[in-house]
């Protein structure tokens, strides 16, 4: 989908308008301007301390910019709380891995289906009928998340207790088990090896094509920005300096030069 022409023509599910969140003096995102589109995997790339982050903490809730809009599926979401994102649809992973250490992989993904639920204190009280349909059904999608990350055998385990490269990919069976209309995925490459990355690659492409979702990343590894993005934004010093295909960032003068460094645009360029 890299072609701006068909790109275009999928229905935008996420846009920023004129989007500024400061700390104090600093600007840490200023003015940045953006559209994820139905169906893609967008990733967001820059050097360290370019405001990507932050871009993320705001359209999840975490933090509240000081000018502009987020808009998802045609509703203004600035300023609600990271509940109501992710029952709207928005569901995210962290840099750093937040499961319940103490809780089995099973048990952290069905936390991850709790804002689908509509039982109240007495419905679970009382064990009522609807309660137990949605704890059925909790444990269901629960179970086929699970299979789905390829971690079945490793269910009743503490997520503390395995690889953490599987605890990766539990983070992401969890937020999958919201019913995201998008995933939003901050780093999921970090700290993997190369095989354990190669298989994450595969099955986010894999995802795209099987269910009806986007996908927003940042990732620094850009072997798999390449390797899998429909759409690369690039931010440095809290603005956007480039957007396009991939092929087209990857040959962008600015962007080697703000993302690389002057020494590596000069390697490249030779």
């Known amino acids: 989908m890299a072609d701006s022409a068909l790109r275009s023509s999928h229905p935008v599910v996420l846009e920023t308008q004129n989007l500024t969140k400061m700390f104090g003096g600093l600007t840490a995102v200023n003015a940045f301007d953006a559209q994820v589109h139905r169906g893609e995997i967008c990733s967001i790339i820059g050097p ?55 809780m089995t992989c099973m048990e952290n993904i069905m936390a991850g289906h709790h804002c689908r639920i509509s039982s109240g204190l007495w419905g679970t009280l009382f064990r009522s009928s609807g309660q137990k349909r949605e704890e059925e ?64 690659m595969e099955f986010l492409t894999g995802l795209i094509k099987e269910e009806d979702i986007t996908i927003l990343l940042i990732e620094h590894d ?38 690389l460094g002057s020494d590596d645009r000069q390697a490249h360029q030779e």
């Open 137 to 200: 059904e909790t444990r269901s999608i629960a179970e086929s998340r699970i299979r789905q990350v390829r971690l079945w055998d490793y269910r009743h385990e503490l997520a503390r207790n395995i690889a953490y490269g599987s605890q990766r990919m539990v983070e992401i069976a969890r937020a999958l088990a919201t019913d995201p209309t998008l995933l939003v995925l901050d780093e999921p490459s970090s700290g993997l090896n190369p095989r354990e990355t190669e298989e994450l």
């Open 48 to 102: 360290n301390g370019a405001g990507k982050t932050t871009v993320f903490n705001a359209v999840t809730g975490i933090y509240t910019p000081e000018k502009g809009r987020i808009v998802f599926n045609g509703n203004d979401i600035t300023g609600h709380k990271p509940h109501h994102i992710v029952a709207a649809g928005i569901a995210r992973t962290f840099q750093n891995i937040r499961l319940f250490p103490t």
């Open 222 to 259: 850009m072997n798999v920005v390449m390797g899998i993005s429909d759409w690369v934004i690039v931010m440095d010093e809290g603005r956007k300096i480039a957007e396009g295909g991939p092929d087209q960032i990857y040959h962008n003068p600015r962007v080697i030069e703000a993302y």
